[in-house]
């Protein structure tokens, strides 16, 4: 079991597959400049699945969500997802990617095992995407959603920043466009997490902008606590259901308190939180031959010292110092 000081306990892994990205979204990642990891200091996709194993049959681990960068650029993608899903017992399986390359791996992907996907689309204006992400590939991403929910990959969730100026205005269109094609659409609040370091809290766009927003069009009722549970957003049926929408108001509304992720770096680092400025290496101990007990007790020990909160309610929180890119999202 994975607990902290504060009772709470992990059930969630996060996995970083890659530090690399083929778009470069202006909340995440400068235009160039970025060091990529050497090659070497990648988990290799048998230290990926054997840190996996070791989560799911020693430490509680019953989901993993597979992450970047863009985890579809890891060529042994297929081949991990298929490896994790016959462990015993068989954790839910998820992939976070912003969609590019999707349309071409989504029938591999469920073929493999996987559960579900969460794409990133912000907008839906190509020329928008095309000044948001500094690439030309709305498109892409259009045609990566239609195949991931053909071939069953579903709920597909869709994530969603609005920055101001650019697509602040785009929330109800989103969400009448997700409802039409059966997405269930997630706004996420923009989160200090872009390597320039150029995120300023009083230029988002809060939870609060978008529900009302999102009220000129629909009618929303809470879906309620209990129907949360320690999921990050909040969740409002839609003119009285069955589609939802969903908040995650990380700096305006946090739910550190029912935290119950964990957190693996593309280099073999345990993150305890996705704001987190300390890590505890895992890369070590695997490449010197400690058994799997052994790294079970630093994962355990690496979770007992989490802190209460990410500290965004603090006005000197630092700003961790890995891109969002090298950590996952």
């Not at 048998?46 to 049959?57: G, N, Q, S």
């Not at 509680?60 to 298929?82: A, D, K, N, Q």
């Not at 016959?86 to 999707?102: C, F, H, Q, V």
């Not at 969603?160 to 094609?181: F, K, Q």
Request: glycine share 8%; charged share 30%; aromatic share 4%.
């Amino acid at each position: 079991m994975l607990i902290d000081t504060y009772g709470r306990v992990a059930t969630d892994l996060r996995v970083s597959l890659t530090d690399r990205c083929n778009l470069r979204c202006t909340y995440c990642m400068p235009e160039e400049g970025l060091q990529w990891l050497a090659k070497p200091d990648l988990l290799t996709d048998d230290e990926i699945v054997r840190l996996i194993d070791i989560a799911v049959t020693r430490l509680g681990i019953t989901e993993v969500r597979f992450t970047g960068g863009e985890p579809l650029l890891r060529p042994g993608l297929v081949g991990i997802v298929e490896r994790v899903a016959a462990l015993e017992p068989r954790p839910r399986m998820s992939l976070t990617t912003n969609g590019i390359g999707l349309k071409r791996t989504a029938t591999a992907l469920k073929a493999a095992g996987l559960d579900r996907v969460n794409v990133s689309l912000d907008t839906l204006r190509p020329d928008v995407f095309k000044t948001l992400t500094r690439r030309d590939r709305h498109k892409d991403v259009i045609e990566g959603l239609e195949a991931a929910r053909d071939v069953g990959l579903t709920p597909v969730k869709v994530n969603s920043v609005l920055m101001p100026g650019l697509n602040a205005d785009e929330a109800p269109d989103l969400l009448a466009w997700a409802v039409e094609h059966d997405y269930e659409l997630r706004f996420i609040e923009q989160m200090p997490l872009d390597a320039q370091h150029g995120w300023k809290r009083e230029g988002m766009v809060t939870a609060g902008d978008i529900l009302a927003a999102l009220r000129t069009r629909f009618e929303l009722s809470e879906e309620g606590a209990d129907e949360r549970g320690s999921a990050p957003a909040e969740r409002w049926l839609v003119d009285g259901g069955p589609h939802r929408v969903g908040v995650i108001a990380s700096v305006t509304r946090p739910f550190c308190s029912a935290c119950d992720r964990t957190r693996l770096t593309a280099d073999g680092q345990v993150r305890t939180c996705l704001f987190a400025t300390e890590e505890t290496d895992l890369r070590a101990a695997l490449r010197s031959d400690a058994p799997d007990e052994e790294i079970a007790r630093i994962w355990r020990l690496a979770m007992w010292g989490k802190k209460a909160g990410s500290g965004l309610d603090d006005p000197s929180f630092l700003q961790p110092e890995r891109p969002m890119s090298a950590i996952g999202g």
